[in-house]
Each structure stands twice: as structure tokens, then as C-alpha cells.
């Protein structure tokens, strides 16, 4: 039965979570995010929208880097932790497993155990409504076979349904 709700309607969209990662000075952080995807192929271009009062966002814009690592099905505590806590206040890193491992080209870490991984150097930065798009030319990237991703639908998480048919 449809129902037209523009507030509720926003929750039916269905999402991965990345893990954005950043590094500034003595400052390391972890944040999810949702809205975070591909923007070209060719260059390879990573698009990822920040909030403007997200600590995440001033990090980014000192260091003109970011990493994304996507979350796999089994990191649901940590897109929670990441997701629902700041660095203003809090030791996120103290707060949950987050096993991270060196980048080559960014100062941020990256995240283990993900599904994948992406070094990315700002390019571009433009406003979308309330948040801040950061466009970042890919400079590595690492995927893990084995994993799969983590969905985020309606509040919830949870993994990825059966594979219907083959294309
Ligand atoms: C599943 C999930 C997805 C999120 N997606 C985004 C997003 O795409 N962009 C954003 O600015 N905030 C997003 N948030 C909120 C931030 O992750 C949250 O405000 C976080 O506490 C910011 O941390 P920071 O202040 O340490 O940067 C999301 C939160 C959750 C739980």
C-alpha cells in the first residue's frame, strides 16, 4: 500500500556505509556515511557528502584527503559507532574493534576487514544543501572477495538478499 509521507519517504532509500576516514595534524578520525559513491570512471572520482557541522568535514577540508572504507556485513557495531558519535566529544577509536591498517598516499588510516578500501585526494569541493560534496581522485584501491556488504535501509542494518538471477 504506497502512502505519501515526504518526511518517511526518506528512510526507504537503500544504502552501503562507508567508514570515512581522515587525518589532520594529531587528529584521526572515523565517520559513517551513506551518501558516498562513485562519480566517474574514467578519471576515477569518489564523490562523499559531509555535514558542515560533522568534525569529519573541518578535517578534510585542513587535509585535502579522505579514505572510504566500505563496511561489510559483519562491521554493523562499528557504522553505529562511527555513525552516532563524534569526535568533539568522543574516543571513537577507543570505543570499538577498529583494526586499521596504513595507507600509501593519505595520512588517514584505513579500515580492516571491509568489503573495500579507497585512498582519495580532494579535487573538488562544492556545497549540496546542507553538506559539503568532496569530489576525490581514487589513488589506490583494495576490495576483499570474500566479504560481503553491509546495508543500511529504513534505520536498520543488515546483508545483502539472495542473487536473483544472472546477468
Ligand atoms: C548509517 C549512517 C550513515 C550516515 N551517513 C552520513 C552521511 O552520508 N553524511 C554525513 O554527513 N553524516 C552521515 N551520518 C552521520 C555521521 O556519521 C555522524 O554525525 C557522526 O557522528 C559524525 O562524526 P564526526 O563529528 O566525528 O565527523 C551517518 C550516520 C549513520 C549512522
Known sequence: MRVEDIE???????????LVTSAYGEQVNVMSAEWSLR????PFLMAVFV???????????NSGMFG???CSDQQGHLAHIAGNYSIRD???????????????????PLIEGCISNFECRVVDEFKVGDHAAFIGEVLAG??????KPLIFHQGH??????????S
Open 51 to 61: 555535514g558542515y557541522q560533522r568534525g569529519t568535514y573541518e578535517i578534510i577540508k
Open 68 to 70: 572510504l572504507s566500505y
Open 90 to 108: 568522543h574516543d571513537k577509536f577507543g570505543m570499538a574493534d577498529f583494526r586499521t591498517f596504513k595507507a600509501k598516499h593519505i595520512s588517514a
Open 39 to 42: 562519480v566517474s570512471i574514467d
Open 8 to 18: 518517511e519517504s526518506q528512510s526507504f532509500f537503500t544504502t552501503t556505509v562507508a
Open 157 to 166: 542494518f543488515s546483508s545483502i538478499g539472495k542473487r536473483l538471477f544472472r
Open 142 to 147: 583494495y576490495y576483499d572477495k570474500e566479504k
